[in-house]
T-cell receptor, first 115, second 113 residues
Framework: DAGVIQSTRHEVTEMGQEVTLRCKPI?????LFWYRQTMMRGLELLIY????????DSGMPEDRFSAKMPNASFSTLKIQPSEPRDSAVYFC?????????????FGQGTRLTVV | GENVEQHPSTLSVQEGDSAVIKCTYS??????FPWYKQELGKRPQLIID?????GEKKDQRIAVTLNKTAKHFSLHITETQPEDSAVYFC????????????FGKGITLSVRP
């Protein structure tokens, strides 16, 4: 398995534009997480899905942020309109279903720069 | 919700010395505590984890200890090497209820050659 795939490593967009980040989780994993990493706030959980259903989106900072998981092999995180303060590294991660805690496997991350 | 804190925020040690990184958590229901290492420009990767039914776990040069009463857990690295230089994140979750991992802000470990 190639691991969690975030095909775009760097994304640059202009303020006010829509930006969509994409993620392919590891096949067979039931959980998918979107994290944002900044120097000031560290790794913040934005939203996570279980079996394609959003479970907790309390970390989504504003209504400008939305996430979808239309099927088990694909998820998107959309920011519209984007702002310079959204600049960060966005990580997608997935983990198998477990009741005792298991490893979250991270993608390479997408570094978003909003100018 | 869960709140995970790490102290200190940076740590510098001489190669060969030991390093100890501490984390505290707030939710007594948390029962799974992983540690992730993130090298510069790379993704976080799991290095060791511990569940609430044990107090200590060891894997070669790294070990993790858990004190449930005090709600803190620590990462111990012995015989540090320059390649141990990275950002280390602790995390906590209540794995029985969900798999939501709450991370600390991370500690930058520098190992001086």
């Amino acid at each position: 398995d190639a691991g969690v795939i975030q095909s775009t490593r760097h994304e640059v967009t202009e303020m006010g534009q829509e930006v969509t980040l994409r993620c392919k989780p590891i096949s067979g994993h039931d959980y998918l997480f979107w994290y944002r990493q900044t120097m000031m706030r560290g790794l913040e959980l934005l939203i996570y899905f279980n079996n394609n259903v959003p479970i907790d989106d309390s970390g989504m900072p504003e209504d400008r942020f939305s996430a979808k998981m239309p099927n088990a092999s694909f998820s998107t995180l959309k920011i519209q309109p984007s702002e310079p303060r959204d600049s960060a590294v966005y990580f997608c991660a997935s983990s198998p279903s477990a009741t005792t805690g298991t490893e979250a496997f991270f993608g390479q991350g997408t570094r978003l720069t909003v100018v | 919700g869960e709140n995970v804190e790490q102290h200190p925020s940076t740590l510098s040690v001489q190669e060969g010395d030991s390093a100890v990184i501490k984390c505290t958590y707030s939710d007594s229901a948390s029962n799974y505590f992983p540690w992730y290492k993130q090298e510069l420009g790379k993704r976080p990767q799991l290095i060791i984890d511990i569940r609430s039914n044990v107090g200590e776990k060891k894997d070669q040069r790294i070990a993790v200890t858990l004190n449930k009463t005090a709600k803190h857990f620590s990462l111990h690295i012995t015989e540090t090497q320059p390649e141990d230089s990275a950002v280390y994140f602790c995390a906590a979750s209540n794995a029985g209820a969900n798999s939501k991992l709450t991370f600390g802000k991370g500690i930058t470990l520098s190992v001086r050659p």
